[in-house]
């Protein structure tokens, strides 16, 4: 995207993309989304669209004419688009070159590391050594399985 349109009221619109890992509290970057400051999910694809008009209704995955559930994006609720801040992807590297394995959860989109005591770590890194890079995708983690209490 090379060009913002700019928002009658937001101007540029620019809203903090929080860092793809769930512990930390920086944010890796800042979006300017001017006019697009919305994401809606696809009743095809099943994919959600970040960043797109009010009435946008053009898959961004798919490119079927079916996006609904416009949700307004802000600071709150925008997703990690932009993967990891730099100090955790040094941090993350780290732990996976010592035998931690990356995760992606497929339920909430949080990425991580776990880290290399863990099972799954042990049981995986007895296929794929480190420090050779492995992840896995989990079908939810321990951020979305206990929404709202403290784990
Ligand atoms: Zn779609
Ligand atoms: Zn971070
Ligand atoms: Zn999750």
Do not use: W
């Amino acid at each position: 995207m090379s060009h913002i349109y700019l928002d009658k009221e937001k101007g540029v619109n620019p809203v903090i993309v929080p860092c793809a890992n769930p512990e930390c509290k920086e944010g890796a970057g800042i979006a300017m989304l001017g006019i697009n400051g919305y994401m809606a999910t696809c009743q095809k694809c099943g994919k959600v669209s970040i960043g797109v008009g009010k009435l946008t209704s053009t898959c961004l995955n798919c490119k079927a004419r079916a996006l609904g559930n416009h949700v307004e994006l802000t600071n709150k609720n925008m997703p990690p688009i932009e993967g990891f801040c730099n100090s955790c992807k040094k941090k993350i590297e780290d732990e996976v070159k010592a035998g931690g394995i990356y995760y992606r959860c497929l339920k909430c989109g949080s990425q991580g590391v776990v880290k290399r005591d863990a099972d799954i770590s042990i049981e995986i890194r007895k296929k794929v050594a480190a420090p050779d890079p492995v992840g896995v995708e989990l079908p939810d983690c321990q951020y979305c399985q206990g929404e709202g209490d403290a784990a």
